[in-house]
């Protein structure tokens, strides 16, 4: 069922990508696919023994996905130098099959690279990071109804505070930026900044807003979303901010007016009451949202956020339903998409088949569900929370759960390819 080489196309064919950013996938795709370094072997094997199941037993073989392996991280380096951790071919295989899926990769310390995944999203123009966060239940959780989380988050991933645009305080450079705030400050009459700060620039353009928001909306009337909510801090940052939430609603009335409400016309116009296949488009303050996500998840569906409040949010929302090690992810961009672990490579426990593969295992549930490959999609998840309901789980959830047995991350993955198999047999498949 799988395949190494690196001629791929003997066995498979190309996923095309059309101009609406929809997927035409072939029933024998090929998807490229990073280990990732440290633990990422461990996760990547028991995940793909997980992929093929799921694939086997929802199509009988009448599908199948021909894997392609692509170097980066560590292995990369032993084979193209320790300055090479992201070969060309890999950006290049990536764009030309469309749809690929990764383990974490280290970041390199010195060098050139800031982060190995920054400069995937960076190259790729994967311009939105998805993160759906829901509770499967038997995850032990901090949280009394967890269940109630049911959110998929779209972070802008290209501007906002994470351009790296930055002076350090002191230096020649953000002296002379702060001269020339100072020169502005001074014309509007505002208070001076002190020369010996440091400081940070923060864009935010109509153009990257917009196509985030564009993106979220779309998910959310594909998939049955109640609302999209457009979580900013505008009330303080106003030209960037609550420009955000500005675009985000023109997005709305411009491209969506059929099938969106803003929450203010549901007042003014409908009663309070939600017009029939319409979804409501609303804003919260980013710090009131962190409390409305602890208090009232359920009244959220899709989230938009620029790049920093999606950071936080993510996390936050992810440890309210039982942690990271849950959380699947993708980056997808106008021309591609790169579904991922959103863990990192925990390398303390590298080589030692203990971690946690679900995030892994869930990203690629998504990723079948993306390309139209949902029966794959829901007997993985099923599987997954059968497995977990028998209490045969990695150590993160063993230590947690009671009366759990530990086993390791391939065994995990093989009770959850067992039960794939057993649950396609009672269903008659
Ligand atoms: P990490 O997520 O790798 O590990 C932190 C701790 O979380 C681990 O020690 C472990 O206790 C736990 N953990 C992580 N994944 C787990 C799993 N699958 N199952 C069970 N427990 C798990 O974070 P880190 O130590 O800060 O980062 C290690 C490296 O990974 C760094 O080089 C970092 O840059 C990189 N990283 C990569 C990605 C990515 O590829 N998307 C994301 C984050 C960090």
Request: charged share 25%; glycine share 8%; proline share 5%.
């Amino acid at each position: 069922m799988t395949n190494k080489m690196n001629e791929p196309e003997k066995a498979g064919e190309t996923i095309d990508w059309r101009v609406d950013g929809r997927p035409i996938v072939p029933d024998n795709p090929i998807i490229p696919y990073i280990e990732g370094d440290g633990t990422g072997p461990d996760i990547w094997a028991a995940a793909q023994l997980v992929f093929d199941a799921g694939v086997y037993y929802a199509y009988k073989g009448r599908r199948l996905i021909v894997w392609h392996e692509l170097l980066a991280g560590e292995k990369a380096q032993k084979v193209y130098g320790s300055d090479n951790p992201l070969p060309e071919s890999a950006f290049e295989d990536i764009e030309r099959y469309k749809v690929a899926i990764k383990g974490p990769l280290t970041t390199p310390v010195g060098g050139g690279f800031r982060s190995l995944n920054v400069a995937l999203r960076q190259r790729l123009d994967l311009y939105a990071c998805v993160r759906p966060v829901r509770y499967f239940s038997g995850i032990p959780a901090p949280v009394i109804h967890p269940e109630r989380v049911n959110v998929v988050i779209f972070r802008e991933n290209t501007e906002d505070v994470y351009t790296g645009i930055e002076w350090e305080a002191g230096s020649r450079d953000a002296k002379e930026v702060l001269e020339l705030i100072n020169r502005k400050l001074k014309d509007s009459g505002r208070q001076l900044v002190s020369l010996e700060s440091s400081v940070g620039i923060k864009t935010m353009s109509e153009f990257n807003s917009r196509r985030l928001v564009h993106r979220a909306i779309r998910y959310a009337i594909e998939n049955g979303h109640h609302s999209v909510t457009l979580v900013h801090k505008g009330n303080i940052m106003k030209c960037t901010e609550g420009a955000f939430r500005d675009w985000g609603y023109q997005v709305a009335y411009e491209e969506f007016s059929e099938q969106t409400v803003t929450e203010a016309q549901l007042y003014e116009k409908f009663d309070g009451q939600t017009p029939q296949g319409r979804i409501v488009i609303k804003d919260r303050i980013a710090d009131a949202m962190f409390q409305q996500l602890m208090l009232r998840p359920e009244e959220y569906g899709v989230i938009a956020a620029p790049n920093l409040n999606g950071d936080y949010l993510s996390d936050a929302v992810a440890a309210q339903v039982g942690g990271l090690g849950m959380a699947p992810g993708w980056n997808i961009g106008d021309r591609c998409a790169l579904f991922e672990a959103t863990h990192g490579s925990a390398p303390k426990y590298a080589g030692q088949d203990k971690v946690n593969p679900s995030s892994l295992i869930l990203s690629g549930a998504e990723m079948f569900r993306f390309m139209g490959w949902v029966e794959a999609a829901e007997l993985i998840i099923r599987a997954l929370i059968q497995t977990i309901a028998q209490k045969t789980v990695t150590y993160d959830l063993a230590r947690q759960m009671q009366g759990a047995q530990e086993i390791k991350c391939s065994e995990f993955g093989a009770a959850i390819a067992e039960n794939i198999k057993i649950l396609a047999q009672k269903e008659k498949l």
